[in-house]
């Protein structure tokens, strides 16, 4: 197979979303108000990690049902010289005696907030006073809520009120109607004068633990001032035999599932696809084949070794990756040529549902990744995450890509890397293209999708979705050409947007 450059297209030859670029940055992020947040920080002096944290902030405000501070977050940092993997996610508590998917024993020790305290020391430039101004004041003065919203709502309405949210205003809230979040502006500002490593202890950390006490949770006080933030070495990728016009495609390492987009791309790469019909094909086969390996995802970098067999000629079946479709993107670039590539998360549509008042926040349920093998559950353990954002770096430059939808992440990966490399097609056309996930034994294919007849005949179980559905995610881009400017592309499936300054 043939790696060379990426191709970015101008913004009127192309009938998608086109690449844009501005001198001072770019972001690329699953709602327009946390690209303008980005932008802010941006245009203030802020750089890639100040502008990502902005944007996640405001995700905080807009999309509960998503991501939030009782949730987590994973990155990927790349400066001039090295990429670093962030790993904001927390255990399970030290006391625990049993977990569950959802309430007060699905609760891992937050690790968003950790995240941040982690980046900004690093990296920060701004005072996180700046970096939350837009988070704050929409909380504060409140969003008009969205239909899609209050449906979401309106699903899990019994989830919401047996686990003690009943009282929060969102329940119940129609749609139009808006929605205020005072007690989350209070958390932020309370970030924002003392920096997010509060958030482990004091009123806070009391807050948390009494209101899991209250519903049979064992997590307590000094499980949260436990908590640490990782920031480790990626797992990479080398794809092309030249040296001179390789790629390299950087995945977050363990304790998340990135290992697996590695596996798929590394045996991708041997072989050579007469045409894109068994290009899909091979693609599908690998995905299955490396998702049998998402339980020893903890083993890492010895995984990229692993020979994945796949049949060229018939489809195996064997299934493998699930349903789950939440989280959201952000990727960032500047002008020093930082790029970072995030997914924050509470997992299932408002984590837990259990609902902190006096911190406006729900809690996630991590605790329901657990599995089997090296990734069963048991008190003080991680599980393993979904989370799987990517950065790719040749002489091209460096690109953030990061995409909602659990287990379909890495699928959608898998393919916009593809056709970025192996067919050579422009970024933005590559992100809007038809795509195809496996999910619990089917593949679900998107309307339109050259392929879905020709993989049919090939002995998949097809099954059309409509162009745009949940599950083929929603790709955020951003990054930096070599000699050029910041640019990012935005995703057509989902909210996403981008923007630049």
Same mark, same amino acid.
């Given at each position: 197979m043939r790696y060379e450059h990426w191709h970015i297209a101008d913004g009127f030859s192309s009938t998608v979303r086109p690449a844009i670029s501005g001198p001072s940055g770019a972001v690329s992020a699953a709602h327009p108000l946390a690209v303008s947040a980005g932008q802010d920080a941006?245009? =203030?002096?802020?750089?890639?990690?100040?502008?990502?944290?902005?944007?996640?902030?405001?995700? @905080?405000?807009?999309?509960p049902d998503a991501c939030g501070v009782g949730g987590d977050q994973f990155a990927l940092v790349a400066d001039a010289t090295e990429i670093h993997a962030i790993s904001g996610a927390g255990a399970t508590p030290r006391q625990a005696l049993k977990h569950a998917d959802e309430g007060a024993n699905s609760i891992t020790v937050p690790g968003l907030a950790g995240a941040w305290a982690e980046m900004h020391t690093r990296w920060g430039s701004l005072p996180f006073s700046t970096i939350l101004a837009r988070a704050i004041r929409l909380a504060e003065e409140g969003i008009v809520l969205p239909r899609a919203l209050e449906q979401t709502v309106v699903a899990?309405?019994?989830?919401?009120?047996?686990? +003690? !949210? +009943?009282?929060?205003?969102?329940?119940?809230?129609?749609?139009?109607?808006?929605?205020?979040?005072?007690?989350?502006?209070?958390?932020? &500002?309370?970030?924002?004068?003392?920096?997010?490593? @509060?958030?482990?202890? +004091?009123?806070?950390?009391?807050?948390? !633990? &009494? *209101?899991?006490? $209250?519903?049979?949770?064992?997590?307590?006080?000094?499980?949260?001032? !436990?908590? #640490? #933030?990782?920031? $480790?070495? /990626?797992?990479?990728? $080398?794809?092309?035999?030249? #040296?001179? =016009?390789? #790629?390299?495609?950087?995945v977050q390492p363990p304790p998340t599932q990135g290992i697996l987009l590695g596996m798929a791309l590394q045996n991708f790469a041997r072989w050579t696809p007469r045409d894109d019909l068994q290009a899909d094909h091979i693609a599908v086969e690998l995905t299955e084949a490396s998702f049998a390996?998402?339980?020893?995802?903890?083993?890492? =970098?010895?995984?990229?070794?692993?020979?994945? %067999?796949v049949d060229p000629a018939r489809a195996s079946r064997r299934g493998g990756p699930r349903a789950y479709l939440h989280t959201a993107g952000v990727s960032v670039a500047d002008r020093s040529g930082m790029v970072v590539s995030s997914l924050v998360s509470v997992f299932d549509d408002f984590g837990s549902c259990i609902f902190v008042p006096e911190l406006g926040i729900v809690l996630n349920n991590r605790a329901g990744g657990f599995t089997s093998g090296t990734n069963t559950w048991a008190p003080g353990r991680v599980p393993v995450h979904t989370l799987a954002p990517a950065i790719m770096r040749s002489g091209c430059g460096t690109m953030a890509l990061a995409t909602p939808g659990a287990d379909g992440q890495v699928q959608t990966l898998l393919q916009v890397i593809d056709r970025i490399l192996r067919r050579r097609e422009d970024i933005a056309a590559a992100i809007a293209a038809p795509r195809w996930r496996s999910e619990g034994g089917k593949l679900l294919i998107e309307q339109g999708h050259p392929s879905a007849e020709g993989l049919q005949a090939l002995g998949h179980d097809v099954?059309? *979705?409509?162009?745009?559905?949940? @599950?083929?995610?929603?790709?955020?881009?951003? +990054?930096? %050409?070599?000699?050029? %400017? /910041?640019?990012?592309?935005?995703?057509?499936r989902r909210n996403n947007w981008a923007g630049v300054v």
């Open positions: 941006l245009a =203030q002096g802020g750089n890639a990690v100040d502008a990502a944290i902005a944007a996640q902030a405001v995700l @905080c405000v807009v999309a899990h309405d019994a989830r919401l009120r047996r686990n +003690g !949210a +009943g009282d929060w205003q969102l329940v119940g809230l129609p749609s139009g109607q808006l929605f205020v979040q005072p007690a989350l502006a209070a958390l932020l &500002r309370q970030f924002a004068a003392q920096g997010p490593q @509060c958030f482990y202890g +004091g009123n806070i950390a009391a807050s948390i !633990a &009494r *209101r899991i006490a $209250t519903y049979g949770g064992a997590m307590d006080v000094q499980d949260m001032a !436990a908590h #640490t #933030t990782h920031v $480790t070495r /990626p797992l990479s990728v $080398t794809l092309g035999r030249d #040296t001179t =016009q390789a #790629t390299k495609v950087f390996y998402r339980d020893r995802a903890s083993e890492g =970098q010895d995984l990229l070794d692993v020979m994945l %067999e099954a059309l *979705r409509p162009a745009g559905a949940l @599950c083929f995610g929603a790709v955020a881009c951003a +990054g930096v %050409e070599a000699g050029g %400017e /910041p640019f990012a592309v935005s995703d057509w």
